[in-house]
Protein backbone atom coordinates (compact mmCIF):
# COMPACT_ATOMS: atom_id res chain seq x y z
CA UNK A 1 0.00 0.00 0.00
CA UNK A 2 1.47 3.69 -0.74
CA UNK A 3 0.48 6.53 1.66
CA UNK A 4 2.04 7.44 4.79
CA UNK A 5 2.31 4.62 7.85
CA UNK A 6 3.20 3.86 11.15
CA UNK A 7 5.11 0.85 11.57
CA UNK A 8 5.41 -1.62 14.45
CA UNK A 9 8.54 -0.22 14.69
CA UNK A 10 7.71 3.15 15.40
CA UNK A 11 9.02 4.72 12.21
CA UNK A 12 7.12 6.16 9.57
CA UNK A 13 7.37 4.71 5.99
CA UNK A 14 5.30 5.72 2.56
CA UNK A 15 4.88 1.94 1.57
CA UNK A 16 3.08 -1.03 3.78
CA UNK A 17 3.14 -4.24 3.03
CA UNK A 18 -0.03 -6.64 4.72
CA UNK A 19 1.10 -10.01 4.25
CA UNK A 20 -2.33 -10.96 5.53
CA UNK A 21 -3.87 -9.51 2.10
CA UNK A 22 -1.69 -12.55 0.89
CA UNK A 23 -1.55 -15.29 3.60
CA UNK A 24 -5.12 -15.08 3.78
CA UNK A 25 -4.76 -17.53 0.15
CA UNK A 26 -3.30 -20.69 1.55
CA UNK A 27 -2.05 -21.39 -2.28
CA UNK A 28 -0.49 -17.89 -2.52
CA UNK A 29 1.18 -18.73 0.79
CA UNK A 30 2.45 -21.82 -0.07
CA UNK A 31 4.05 -20.26 -3.38
CA UNK A 32 5.15 -17.25 -1.34
CA UNK A 33 7.23 -18.80 0.51
CA UNK A 34 8.46 -21.70 -1.07
CA UNK A 35 11.98 -20.50 -2.34
CA UNK A 36 12.71 -19.40 0.87
CA UNK A 37 11.55 -22.87 1.88
CA UNK A 38 13.28 -24.75 -0.83
CA UNK A 39 16.79 -22.66 0.25
CA UNK A 40 16.38 -23.50 3.85
CA UNK A 41 15.95 -27.28 2.84
CA UNK A 42 18.94 -26.78 0.81
CA UNK A 43 20.93 -26.04 3.87
CA UNK A 44 19.92 -28.12 5.77
CA UNK A 45 20.24 -30.85 3.40
CA UNK A 46 24.03 -29.69 3.00
CA UNK A 47 24.60 -29.68 7.32
CA UNK A 48 24.60 -25.84 7.08
CA UNK A 49 21.19 -25.96 9.36
CA UNK A 50 19.26 -28.10 11.81
CA UNK A 51 16.23 -26.63 12.68
CA UNK A 52 13.88 -28.36 15.46
CA UNK A 53 10.92 -25.80 15.41
CA UNK A 54 9.75 -23.31 13.18
CA UNK A 55 8.08 -19.93 16.02
CA UNK A 56 6.56 -16.71 14.69
CA UNK A 57 6.28 -13.84 16.47
CA UNK A 58 2.19 -13.22 16.76
CA UNK A 59 0.37 -11.42 15.17
CA UNK A 60 2.10 -11.19 11.60
CA UNK A 61 4.78 -14.20 12.00
CA UNK A 62 1.92 -17.05 13.12
CA UNK A 63 0.73 -17.89 9.60
CA UNK A 64 4.13 -17.61 7.98
CA UNK A 65 5.62 -20.15 11.04
CA UNK A 66 2.90 -22.29 10.05
CA UNK A 67 3.14 -22.70 6.12
CA UNK A 68 7.24 -22.77 6.22
CA UNK A 69 6.83 -25.30 8.84
CA UNK A 70 4.56 -27.40 7.13
CA UNK A 71 6.91 -27.35 3.98
CA UNK A 72 9.77 -28.31 5.80
CA UNK A 73 7.70 -30.52 7.87
CA UNK A 74 8.43 -29.31 11.52
CA UNK A 75 6.24 -28.50 13.89
CA UNK A 76 5.57 -24.24 14.09
CA UNK A 77 3.92 -22.43 17.10
CA UNK A 78 4.44 -18.90 18.29
CA UNK A 79 5.12 -15.95 20.80
CA UNK A 80 2.71 -13.11 21.54
CA UNK A 81 3.20 -10.14 22.99
CA UNK A 82 2.00 -10.24 27.03
CA UNK A 83 0.09 -6.69 28.83
CA UNK A 84 3.66 -5.12 29.39
CA UNK A 85 4.31 -5.79 25.83
CA UNK A 86 7.02 -8.76 26.42
CA UNK A 87 7.23 -11.54 23.92
CA UNK A 88 6.17 -14.71 25.69
CA UNK A 89 5.22 -18.47 24.93
CA UNK A 90 1.72 -19.01 26.12
CA UNK A 91 -1.00 -21.98 24.94
CA UNK A 92 1.06 -24.35 26.45
CA UNK A 93 3.93 -23.82 23.63
CA UNK A 94 7.69 -24.36 24.99
CA UNK A 95 11.54 -24.67 23.79
CA UNK A 96 12.91 -27.56 24.62
CA UNK A 97 16.92 -26.35 25.92
CA UNK A 98 19.00 -27.20 23.08
CA UNK A 99 16.08 -26.73 20.61
CA UNK A 100 17.09 -25.38 17.19
CA UNK A 101 14.53 -22.85 15.88
CA UNK A 102 13.89 -21.20 13.00
CA UNK A 103 12.35 -17.96 13.63
CA UNK A 104 9.42 -17.21 10.77
CA UNK A 105 8.22 -13.38 10.08
CA UNK A 106 5.92 -11.64 7.35
CA UNK A 107 7.99 -8.37 7.01
CA UNK A 108 11.34 -7.58 8.60
CA UNK A 109 12.37 -3.89 8.71
CA UNK A 110 14.65 -3.06 11.58
CA UNK A 111 14.20 -6.72 13.47
CA UNK A 112 13.07 -5.79 16.37
CA UNK A 113 10.07 -8.74 16.57
CA UNK A 114 12.81 -10.95 15.78
CA UNK A 115 15.27 -10.11 18.85
CA UNK A 116 11.56 -10.07 21.34
CA UNK A 117 11.04 -13.61 20.12
CA UNK A 118 15.06 -14.57 19.93
CA UNK A 119 14.81 -13.79 23.76
CA UNK A 120 12.03 -15.65 24.49
CA UNK A 121 12.92 -18.74 23.08
CA UNK A 122 16.79 -18.30 24.23
CA UNK A 123 15.16 -17.63 28.28
CA UNK A 124 13.60 -21.41 27.77
CA UNK A 125 17.18 -22.68 26.50
CA UNK A 126 16.51 -22.65 22.43
CA UNK A 127 19.45 -21.79 20.01
CA UNK A 128 17.84 -19.24 17.23
CA UNK A 129 19.53 -21.12 14.09
CA UNK A 130 18.04 -18.50 11.18
CA UNK A 131 15.37 -15.98 10.13
CA UNK A 132 12.84 -16.20 7.34
CA UNK A 133 10.56 -13.32 6.29
CA UNK A 134 7.85 -13.09 3.66
CA UNK A 135 9.26 -9.54 2.93
CA UNK A 136 12.37 -8.05 3.88
CA UNK A 137 12.39 -4.25 3.35
CA UNK A 138 15.55 -3.97 6.06
CA UNK A 139 16.68 -0.30 5.72
CA UNK A 140 20.86 -0.04 4.90
CA UNK A 141 22.34 -1.08 8.18
CA UNK A 142 20.23 -3.50 9.31
CA UNK A 143 21.94 -7.02 9.49
CA UNK A 144 20.32 -10.09 10.85
CA UNK A 145 22.19 -11.88 13.46
CA UNK A 146 21.35 -15.04 12.16
CA UNK A 147 21.30 -16.46 8.43
CA UNK A 148 18.54 -14.59 6.75
CA UNK A 149 16.08 -16.42 4.53
CA UNK A 150 13.33 -13.91 2.74
CA UNK A 151 11.20 -14.46 0.20
CA UNK A 152 11.57 -11.41 -1.59
CA UNK A 153 13.07 -7.67 -0.61
CA UNK A 154 11.22 -5.01 -1.39
CA UNK A 155 12.34 -0.91 -0.83
CA UNK A 156 10.09 1.40 0.79
CA UNK A 157 11.36 4.83 2.50
CA UNK A 158 11.63 4.86 6.45
CA UNK A 159 11.98 7.43 8.53
CA UNK A 160 12.10 8.39 12.42
CA UNK A 161 9.14 10.25 13.66
CA UNK A 162 11.36 13.53 14.24
CA UNK A 163 12.70 13.20 10.47
CA UNK A 164 9.66 12.09 8.85
CA UNK A 165 9.25 13.86 5.68
CA UNK A 166 5.43 12.66 5.30
CA UNK A 167 4.96 14.77 8.50
CA UNK A 168 6.75 17.15 7.80
CA UNK A 169 4.16 17.78 4.53
CA UNK A 170 1.34 17.51 6.99
CA UNK A 171 -0.20 14.02 5.80
CA UNK A 172 -1.71 11.97 8.55
CA UNK A 173 0.00 8.66 9.74
CA UNK A 174 -1.89 5.41 9.59
CA UNK A 175 -1.28 2.13 11.54
CA UNK A 176 -2.08 -0.84 9.61
CA UNK A 177 -0.02 -3.54 12.03
CA UNK A 178 -1.41 -5.31 14.91
CA UNK A 179 1.47 -3.77 17.42
CA UNK A 180 0.41 -1.31 20.29
CA UNK A 181 3.34 1.55 20.10
Known sequence: ???????SSGRH?????????????????????SAAALA???????????????????????????ELARQLQLPA?????DDTGTMVFRRGFEVKPGQ????AEDVVTTVKS??????AIEE???????????????????????????????EAATWE???CQLCKQGLPAVKPGSRKI
Open 1 to 7: MEGHFLL
Open 77 to 81: FFTER
Open 124 to 154: MGGRIIALACVVDRRMEGVESPWPFYPACRL
Open 13 to 33: SNRYFQCARLLQFPDRAAAAL
Open 161 to 163: ADD
Open 114 to 119: SLDCAK
Open 40 to 66: IKADMAAGKLQIDAVVGPALGGIIVAY
Open 100 to 103: NILI
